[in-house]
């Protein structure tokens, strides 16, 4: 177990050098002067030489990138051009609100999506399979920041049941709960329909296995062989893709980050895109990669401790 | 004696032992050197059980399993390297029939056209109508399936529509693996009858895979027993079934159900499983399932007894001549 | 005569209306006896099977004058009647043992929700009464099996831990399907054994689907071929191999390789394809060598052979 | 053998239909479908109006006057006026046209790379597999919306860029899926009997994979039209994707975003027509799935 978690965080690191070099050489790619194209033309030249100083954009190509990736091994993603600030701790900072948005979203949307899926499996082929299987959909087609637009409107606007704005104070947490609502629902709501439909599609393939046949054969009561060995079989096939895709969740905060106004990985990025401050873009992409590549890891992990047979060949 | 038309010396065959596993975990050997001889014209029928490595020895010979040991000779002449443009001439006069022949057709291909892909890769001219139909005929597959799709086939015609496949360059040898797993006792006669007619009009050679004693006893000529990836015991077919000398050829040849009730047999011949290869069994890897195990079988293993001409042996005790067996009381085929 | 545990009086079996699979069929198996059905692919044995523990899906229609199995009325029987009755009154054994087993489930696990039935018995005790089962079917290290996953076992072992499961139930009905066909010939001859000695010290009916002749007739007391939906020869196993009534029977018996002595040339073959069940008069007419005008249309009898009294066939000629 | 016990054997198939009246039997099979008619019939209006644009726009959509501003839906202006009193209507018709000149684009182009490349890691010896899913993997890490910013910050915004960033998210997953069935092609016996005939690699790969391949992927591509065209709308909505002046749904949301508090009314009419794309191109697609290939599920995220 031990070594096939020490290949995959090889890969990964593999997978994250690949990823600052991309960004690394996108920045050299461009014609004229790179910090003119990084800091924007409304830099001030004190700071294009700090950050021509920071990046030794004088030295040779290799030269800049071994001490880009000297410097990222230890954890500096460079300043940030306007407040000197060090991209790390920056990020630190924003990185718990996105993460609390990205595992409600998750926990919610998961288990109704799960819930569904079943309901779905039992209703085979009668309308309840085809209402969720409908709503499922439409769920994963709607964008999630036009959701995140709409519920602002409904709920914050109109209704004034919700707070718009913000993610609460840090010590109250009632605040901070009620600031989550939207945002995870925003967030989410494409999960419920991809994971019931996921789950659905899981288990109709497990209960058309030659074991359940079996069970069937023994007299064993559907529901029991629905809920443990279908759905197991269906959950086994179906976390590794949930797993990754709570990597990709990331994507989905910016939004409602955005659109709610909370701080966040996504906010960050955004913010630090509108005001040229390249160092940080490349420091949250390198971030978020990471968590992407983590999610990969505990995808595989998870996978190789439920699943008996591949447990067996580690 | 012209060299044989195609030869393994001592072949071998490496799997690595887990998904995970590194370099220095010893691999599992799935034929651990197996020598035959294949004669134009000659039908030999490798025998074994699952796991035995038959089906791994039918593709080591086409380069589709990469092996790892030994020597492949053509013609007398052996092969520089195991690498995919050695094998490139072999594979110009052979042809392989699959277990399933269904999953070796391309789905979205006619039969007509799949007949003549051999053909076409060989760049022996354009396939006409008629030369296909005239492989479909050769193979008892009627003309009218050659623009169906592959799924519209039943079992005995998808095996028919291989047949003429193989035939369409005119191979030296066909590998024929289990050539009639899966098929009714009403069609089985009908491929198997193919066998010995391509045989005798274009001297190919046949290599046929199976487990079916009655496959063996009606088109073998000679006949190789494997056992955990080594030849156990090989000869000419009509000695070997009627006097097998190593235990489990006799195993294997009595444990097939004989169609008659007045024939049953009160036990079971071999008892156990096949051992699996990450655990072999020491000296004669036989010995952990064999009625006449001796001491020294578990310890010592048997060499290769080819002193007899044609006819080898693999047990450090070879069964007796047995008295000759009460006639098979056979109705005979009044057709 | 005891009464049949399975007694079929015209049983049929249709899909979706549209497609009729069984017809017609009557057959019983009487405890301690073993019957084989021999049938080629299309001949509706294996739908014949499934419809004796009611495994068949919705969409089939199973209709017949009798169907009894273990004194119940199956014909009337509703789902909760059916769940009850699988497993004591009969219990089956698939083709394919590698795939009969839940591959993310060990075994232990599975077996002992087969016992749901027992609640007043504890977990220990099931784990008794499953080690036992697993011993009397002649698993090496059976307690060792409990916590293995199908996968780590052969299928030769894995239809031993089938016939076990039966086993747990003490049915009075085993029925098999196409017990053997995925087995090496050495591996099916220890099944063959084992079920003949579970009818032997257990008393257990057993119904074996097959279309391998061998394995039915090392094993059967009697035998029903089945063709095209029907049963078209029935009798004692010696009558049916040694002197079959049917011409379908004899053209089988014909080209069986294991019958026929080597070096004989061309195999005998049955020419022609398997019609759609329900067709009008003898479904084999189109390839029977005594095909008379009568056979086309019509009922065709169901005949008692001249000598023994328990071996029938459908067949104008047989009785003459 | 055993019948197979649920599958009611299929009706013997005289010749093989061709290619186009396969297409009509599947496009009759599709409108059947419940799913397959709300999505046909949305999927028709959205085209409709995008090839129509030029025809049926009422105003010039960057027409600006402010006297006009946020004014409400009237029959001057059916969906009213946006900040800058310009004909939100106007807008949406041509944020439908630009839309789908992105999404259909992007979706060619990435096909176009993605089949090759798939095709060739699945089929290629394994360290070229191990390169290309070290790449994919690299890029498909890259969360879309950074990919965006970072090449965006590069190149600037604009209609090439959105497409470019498309592409380059889509690629990784649509050739990871030509991969894995090229794999699993790959271990079929037809491949090999292919190899045992001496076949060449080319031949193998477009005589015989490429043909396997081609199908799940289009139907793929279809479901994923309704993803594209949400990507499109979520760079522009970020100021991102095209210029602020050419009219697209994202730059409308964006604009009725930051008067949300005034009126709702852009807002609804920027969100409205993306939601009926979204959801007919998606319907549409999953009954096509189902019509062609059911056994196929897509891999599509949210």
């Known amino acids: ?314 | 004696m012209s060299p044989a038309l195609i030869e393994a010396r001592a072949l071998w065959v490496d799997v690595p032992a887990g998904r995970f596993a590194f370099a220095r975990a010893r691999p599992l050997a799935i034929l651990a050197g197996v020598s035959l001889a294949i004669r134009p014209g000659e039908i030999v029928c490798m025998v074994g059980e699952s796991g035995s490595g038959k089906t791994t020895f039918g593709r080591a010979l086409l380069g589709l399993v990469k092996p790892s040991g030994g020597e492949i000779l053509l013609d007398g002449t052996p092969l520089p390297d195991f690498s995919q443009r050695s094998f490139r001439a072999i594979r110009s006069q052979t042809s392989l029939l699959f277990q399933d022949p269904l999953s070796s057709f391309n789905p979205r291909q006619r039969i007509g056209a799949m007949i003549a892909e051999p053909r076409r890769i060989a760049g022996m001219g354009s396939a006409r109508l008629e030369d296909i139909a005239g492989l479909a005929q050769q193979a008892g597959l009627s003309d009218r399936f050659l623009s169906r799709f592959p799924h519209a086939l039943s079992g005995g015609q998808a095996r028919r529509a291989a047949v003429a496949r193989a035939l369409s360059v005119v191979p030296r040898l066909i590998v024929a693996d289990e050539p009639t797993a899966g098929l009714d006792v009403s069609n089985q006669g009908g491929v198997l009858n193919l066998f010995p007619g391509i045989s005798k009009r274009h001297d190919t050679a046949f290599l046929v895979i199976t487990h079916n004693r009655s496959v063996v006893r009606h088109i073998a000529d000679h006949i190789v027993i494997l056992y955990l990836g080594r030849m156990v015991e090989s000869g000419p077919a009509a000695e070997i079934l009627s006097a097998p000398k190593h235990p489990y050829t006799k195993a294997l040849l009595e444990a097939e159900p004989i169609p008659d009730p007045t024939r049953r047999r009160t036990a079971p011949p071999v008892l156990g499983e096949v051992p699996s290869i990450a655990a072999r069994p020491s000296g004669c890897e036989f010995h952990t399932r064999c009625p006449f195990v001796q001491p020294r079988c578990r310890s010592e293993a048997p060499g290769l007894d080819d002193s007899a001409e044609g006819r080898r042996v693999a047990c450090h005790f070879p069964l007796p001549e047995p008295r000759p067996a009460a006639a098979h009381s056979l109705r005979t085929v009044s057709n | 005569m005891t009464a049949p545990v399975l007694d079929l009086h015209g049983l049929s079996v249709n899909y979706g209306g549209v497609f009729p699979a069984v017809i017609g069929v009557d057959l019983a198996v009487r405890p301690g006896e073993i019957v084989g059905i021999i049938g080629e692919s299309g001949s509706g044995k294996s739908t014949l099977a499934h419809a004796a523990l009611g495994l068949l899906p919705k969409v089939a229609r199973v209709s017949g004058d009798r169907f009894m199995l273990a004194g119940n009325d199956m014909l009337t029987a509703g789902r909760n009647t059916l769940a009850r009755l699988r497993g004591p009154a009969a219990a089956m054994i698939f083709q394919n043992p590698m795939t009969a087993f839940s591959p993310v489930h060990t075994l232990g696990r599975q077996l002992r929700d087969l016992l749901w039935r027992d609640r007043d018995q504890t977990k220990a005790q099931k784990r008794e009464r499953i080690v036992k089962a697993l011993r009397d079917v002649g698993t090496p290290d059976p307690a060792g099996k409990l916590d293995a996953y199908p996968f780590q076992l052969s299928g030769g072992m894995l239809q031993r831990v089938a016939i076990a499961a039966t086993l747990l139930m003490r049915p009075s009905l085993l029925i098999a399907d196409e017990p053997t066909t995925a087995l090496d010939v050495t591996m099916e001859a220890q099944i063959l054994h084992l079920m003949r000695t579970l009818r032997d010290e257990a008393g257990v009916a057993i119904l074996v689907i097959s279309h391998h002749l061998g394995m039915i007739a090392e094993i059967c007391d009697r035998v029903a071929v089945m063709y095209a939906g029907r049963i078209i020869e029935e009798g004692p196993v010696e009558a049916i191999f040694r002197s079959p009534g049917h011409p379908y029977t004899q053209a089988l018996l014909d080209c069986e390789p294991a019958l026929i002595l080597p070096g004989i040339g061309r195999l005998p073959v049955i020419a022609g394809e398997v019609p759609r069940p329900g067709g009008p008069g003898c479904d084999f007419v189109g390839r029977c060598r005594h095909a008379e005008e009568r056979c086309r249309s019509g009922a065709v009898p169901w005949q008692a052979l001249r000598a023994d009294p328990g071996h029938h066939a459908r067949c104008h000629r047989s009785a003459s | 053998m055993a019948t197979d016990v649920t599958s009611i054997p299929a009706p013997p198939i005289a010749g093989e239909p061709g290619i186009p009246r396969r297409m009509a039997l599947t496009f009759v099979e599709v409108v059947s479908h419940p799913l397959g008619a709300i999505g046909v019939l949305l999927v028709a209006l959205i085209v409709l109006t995008a090839l129509l644009a030029p025809v049926i726009v009422p105003y010039n959509p960057t027409a600006i006057s402010v006297k006009e501003r946020l004014a409400d839906p009237s029959l001057t202006h059916l969906l009213g006026t946006d900040q800058l009193g310009r004909d939100l209507l106007s807008r949406v018709i041509v944020g439908t046209r630009t839309a789908m000149t992105v999404a259909l684009t992007s979706l060619a182009v990435a096909l176009a790379i993605a089949l090759p490349l798939g095709m060739i890691a699945g089929y290629g010896p394994r360290w070229l597999d191990a390169l290309f899913i070290l790449l994919f993997d690299s890029i498909s890490s890259l969360p879309m919306i950074m990919l965006g910013l970072a090449v965006v910050v590069l190149l600037g915004p604009g209609v090439s860029t959105v497409i470019l960033v498309i592409v380059l998210y889509s690629v990784p997953s649509y050739a990871r899926l030509v991969r894995t069935q090229t794999l699993s092609l790959k271990t079929r016996d037809f491949i090999k009997a292919e190899q045992a005939m001496n076949a060449g690699t080319m031949r193998i790969l477009f005589r015989h994979v490429l043909p396997n391949v081609v199908g799940p992927l289009l139907i793929l591509a279809c479901l994923d039209i309704s993803t594209v065209i949400t990507l499109e709308a979520g760079l522009s909505f970020l100021g991102l994707g095209v210029k602020p002046q050419i009219p697209s749904w994202g730059n409308i949301l964006s604009d009725g975003f930051s008067v949300i508090r005034n009126s709702p009314v852009p807002v609804i009419a920027g969100g409205v027509p993306l939601i009926l794309a979204t959801i007919g191109f998606t319907f549409f697609g999953e009954a096509l799935r189902d019509a062609l290939d059911p056994k196929l599920n897509p891999e599509r995220k949210p």
């Open chain 1, 1 to 314: 177990m031990i070594t096939f978690l020490l290949r995959r965080t090889g890969l990964a690191v593999v997978i994250l050098v690949i990823v600052a070099i991309l960004l690394f050489l996108m920045m050299h790619m461009i014609p004229g002067d790179p910090t003119v194209v990084a800091l924007g033309p409304r830099s001030t030249p004190e700071m294009r030489e700090a950050f021509r100083q920071m990046m030794g954009l004088d030295r040779p190509f290799i030269e800049q990138l071994g001490l880009f990736l000297a410097r990222l091994a230890h954890g500096d993603l460079g300043q940030d051009v306007w407040s000197r600030r060090p991209v790390l701790t920056m990020i630190l900072e924003v990185l718990p609100y996105t993460a609390t948005l990205a595992l409600a979203s998750f926990l919610w949307a998961v288990t109704l999506g799960v819930l569904l899926g079943c309901i779905a499996v039992v209703h085979h082929g009668k309308w309840g399979d085809w209402l969720i299987g409908l709503v499922s959909i439409a769920f994963v087609a709607v964008p999630s920041f036009v959701v995140a637009l709409y519920s602002l409107l409904v709920f914050a606007v109109w209704l004034n049941w919700l707070p718009a704005i913000g993610a609460g104070e840090p010590g109250d947490l009632a605040a901070q709960l009620r600031s989550l609502i939207l945002p995870s629902f925003a967030v989410g709501l494409g999960w419920v329909g991809y994971v019931s439909r996921l789950i659905r599609a899981a288990m109709i393939e497990a209960m058309g296995e030659d074991y359940v046949r079996t069970l069937r054969a023994y007299g064993v009561a559907e529901r029991r062989i629905t809920y443990r060995y279908a759905l197991k079989q269906a959950l086994l096939a179906v976390l590794p893709v949930i797993a990754i895709g709570f990597g990709g969740l990331l994507t989905g905060s910016v939004f409602a980050e955005i659109v709610f106004t909370r701080p966040g990985l996504g906010k960050m990025t955004y913010d630090a895109v509108m005001s040229r401050n390249f160092p940080v873009v490349m420091g949250t992409v390198l971030v978020t990669s990471g968590l992407y590549v983590a999610c990969m890891i505990i995808a595989d992990a998870v996978t190789a401790l439920l699943d008996p047979r591949v447990r067996s060949t580690l």
